[in-house]
């Protein structure tokens, strides 16, 4: 027996590189003993003295490599064997802890440099290694171990055999360790039959790209279809299989200088393109695109290459931007199956590339953009999940369900939120689907039987019934609050706080649809101090759909029938027989929800400049206003503050300005004036009464980079702590990270 240290690491450790790491500095300091993955984390018992522990964990918190995060460190003194030398265990399982699965990561500079001078790795499109690779989208389950992935199938050659059990190897237990030789490979198929030579698909795939055709192509979580992104008549095609009208395209660019060509990225937006997690990140266009990809939005969405397929492509031609938009129709979730996608695109593409791996579990790219330098994550997919989030609350046990239109569901594990990846519309039935597989399978992957279940209050929403359906004890939580206390989560935050919350609808527990809202709540209770006056949705889910009725039902909010004299040129837009119907339908009070919403507001302005009558896809209509802000107007409307938040003089003033020809972005830039002035004055104001100096900012409203910016630097500016969303997305994607910790703290 000799004395040893035992040392238990949690947090993002496996299959990142982390036992190889932990060899190469304990053998370093010539530490004895052993490291083994266990599904509560990874285990490192060490013998030697304890100088060279000290540099050991100096170094094991300090240099631990890139992709993986350490959450704690346990070191304990017990009694052990004598060790000889220092080994790598196999994994076994140990207890019904987790310790995190790592999310997917873009292919590293090592492995790019293999692929040039490393045969059977030269232009192999699978090369891989512990630092970089697929994760997430193959794994079946715990412990990760190749036969626990869609890996299984690929019998190592001995090259790779050999590099994976070598301890000084780059890919020593790299699970998804591949080659020419032994790993899967691509397949390009199209209308005269099918390409199997690896370098034949690039060369034919570049002569497709070239003369504009449109390739539906196998990513690492589901299918995606490129077209030249410089290519009007390819990229206005591509809008049509896609049946997608305004929605904007990400495209993927060769390099960061092919960025810098096209778009004005600053240092941190960079930072962002470049990480191994390699989200799209939104940036200002210079316009040199074709003009369907963006439509008229003065952003784009860019990516970099993130596996080695896309490199050698971007090698083998001279497009420097290609569109690579989800693969889809519709608002269907991406195709993951080869044998669907052949059958959905051959006949609409003009080419189809598939590889011979499985992808286990579906994610779309993620999506961020940066607030004065910060990331805000606006869409949590690839590279993001299923990372948990930490919090200060114990979730155990507890499974909250999200929203409706942009769900995403999240799952506690101790005090670890682990939020699934963006899952879509649930009223799409394929979606619906996505949804409850992915329950099932969350469930048995991080070994978790929920016994209670967190809702929203909505009753039609198809994640309640859902919830109802588990017959589990179950809460359900007001959609504000939980936005609100998603930010509270994130940020730890356990106290009173003035949280505002600008958003499309929810419920209301008045019955009514919320949206424009001023709580002053803590994490388990709210209470309602003011909002937006309540207006009403002529046609309920017709008005979210057709922003001219709401900007007529803030019309006849303020003139009555004597709307119609004021001959508004957007009315033009509009039938005259559906216009008097929805003016009736005010008048006798039929299906006109009342609403409070900040969205329908911003599409009732939206509609009244006419730059948006109807919406083609969500939040249009507020996204065309604020690309239209004139920056350097700094006056705003009228409006008073009562009990509730009066706009009648701000809509008369608007009306005043259409009628006297005031440029639209002059009007948009005092409208959102405006929004930031009665926050600012609303905020002072519960200051004074209720002494509370933190303001929690959510709700999709504050995807608007113009209001959430100003609000940020105004708030601050009055000595206000400000905090917003930044790990999850202040749309619905992220509110089930609320509804979790609302459900753990009433738990209590
Ligand atoms: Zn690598
Ligand atoms: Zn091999
Ligand atoms: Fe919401």
């Not at 009403?536 to 057709?546: C, I, L, R, V």
């Not at 009648?648 to 608007?654: A, D, R, T």
């Amino acid at each position: 027996m000799e004395n040893s240290f035992q040392i238990l690491v949690k947090g993002l450790v496996q299959g990142v590189g982390f036992r190889p790491f932990i060899y190469k500095v304990a053998t370093s300091f010539s530490l004895r003993g052993t490291v083994e993955n266990r599904n509560d984390g990874v285990k490192i018992i060490l013998q030697g003295d304890s100088n060279s522990l000290k540099d050991f964990l100096d170094i094991l918190n300090t240099q631990s490599p890139p992709a993986s995060h350490i959450t704690s460190v346990k070191v304990d003194t017990i009694q052990h064997d004598v060790f000889y030398d220092f080994r790598i265990l196999k994994s076994r399982n140990v207890s019904d802890e987790i310790t995190m699965v790592s999310p997917d990561i873009g292919v590293c500079n090592d492995c790019l440099t293999d692929m040039i001078v490393q045969e059977p790795r030269i232009n192999y499109p699978f090369t891989n290694c512990t630092n970089c690779g697929p994760r997430f989208t193959i794994i079946e389950q715990l412990p990760y171990d190749r036969p626990n992935t869609t890996m299984q199938k690929f019998e190592m050659c001995s090259f790779c055999k050999n590099e994976y059990e070598d301890v000084q190897n780059r890919r020593f237990h790299a699970q998804p360790v591949a080659c020419k030789n032994c790993g899967p490979h691509y397949t390009l198929h199209h209308e005269e039959g099918e390409i199997n030579d690896q370098e034949d698909i690039i060369t034919r795939m570049s002569s497709f790209l070239s003369e504009g055709k449109i390739i539906a192509v196998k990513g690492l979580g589901g299918f995606f279809l490129a077209c030249d992104a410089t290519n009007a008549e390819a990229v206005g095609r591509l809008r049509s299989i896609k049946k997608r009208e305004g929605k904007p395209f990400a495209v993927m660019f060769a390099d960061i200088n092919a960025v810098r060509k096209y778009a004005s990225v600053s240092i941190s937006e960079e930072n962002a393109l470049r990480s191994w997690k390699r989200p799209i990140v939104l940036v200002k266009s210079k316009g040199k695109l074709a003009h369907d990809v963006s439509m008229d939005f003065p952003t784009i969405g860019a990516m970099l290459p993130y596996m080695p397929f896309h490199y050698l492509l971007f090698d083998n031609i001279e497009i420097d931007a290609l569109v690579l938009t989800s693969g889809n129709l519709s608002d269907e979730p991406i195709l993951i199956h080869n044998n669907v996608a052949l059958e959905t695109f051959l006949p609409i593409c003009d080419a189809v590339l598939t590889y011979n791996r499985k992808i286990q579990n579906r994610v779309d790219d993620s999506l961020l953009q940066l607030v004065l330098g910060k990331e805000m994550l606006l869409r949590r997919s690839r590279g993001f999940v299923p990372a948990p989030i930490i919090l200060d609350l114990n979730v155990d046990g507890i499974m909250a369900v999200g929203a409706e239109l942009v769900n995403c569901f999240c799952m506690g594990k101790s005090n670890q939120a682990i939020l699934s990846q963006h899952i879509g519309d649930l009223k799409n039935l394929e979606t619906y689907e996505f949804f409850s597989e992915s329950i099932s399978r969350y469930k048995k992957l991080f070994r978790i039987e929920p016994e209670l279940v967190v809702a929203d209050m909505h009753p039609e929403y198809l994640s309640t019934k859902y919830a109802i359906e588990t017959n589990l004890p179950i809460l359900q939580v007001q959609h504000h609050h939980a936005h609100i206390v998603s930010v509270m989560a994130e940020h730890k935050l356990d106290e009173k706080v003035i949280g505002i919350a600008f958003d499309g609808v929810g419920y209301g527990d008045d019955g009514k649809i919320w949206g424009g809202e001023f709580l002053v709540c803590n994490i388990d209770s709210y209470k309602r101090e003011t909002f937006f006056d309540y207006q009403a949705m002529p046609g309920g889910d017709q008005a979210t759909m057709n922003p001219w009725r709401m900007a007529i039902s803030y019309l006849y909010g303020v003139y009555g029938r004597k709307l119609l004299d004021l001959k508004l040129p957007f009315m033009k837009e509009v039938d005259p027989n559906t216009l008097e119907m929805v003016i009736q339908m005010m008048e006798k009070k039929i299906n006109c929800p009342l609403t409070s919403s900040a969205g329908r507001l911003f599409d009732a302005v939206a509609a009244l400049t006419g730059l948006c009558t109807r919406s083609t896809f969500h939040a249009e209509a507020p996204m065309r206003l604020e690309s239209l802000i004139n920056e350097d107007i700094t006056e705003s409307y009228a409006y008073s503050l009562k009990e509730t938040i009066v706009l009648k003089p701000m809509i008369k003033e608007i009306v005043y300005d259409l009628q006297n020809s005031i440029p639209v972005s002059t009007i948009s830039a005092k409208f959102h004036n405006t929004i930031i002035q009665i926050t600012l004055e609303v905020s002072e104001k519960l200051r004074k009464k209720i002494a509370l100096n933190k303001v929690v900012l959510s709700g999709g409203t504050f995807q608007n980079k113009y209001i959430l910016q100003r609000m940020l630097t105004e708030l601050a500016a009055r000595n206000f702590e400000v905090y917003i969303n930044e790990k999850v997305p202040c749309n619905d994607g992220g509110i089930a990270l609320g509804q979790l910790a609302i459900a753990a703290k009433r738990k209590l």
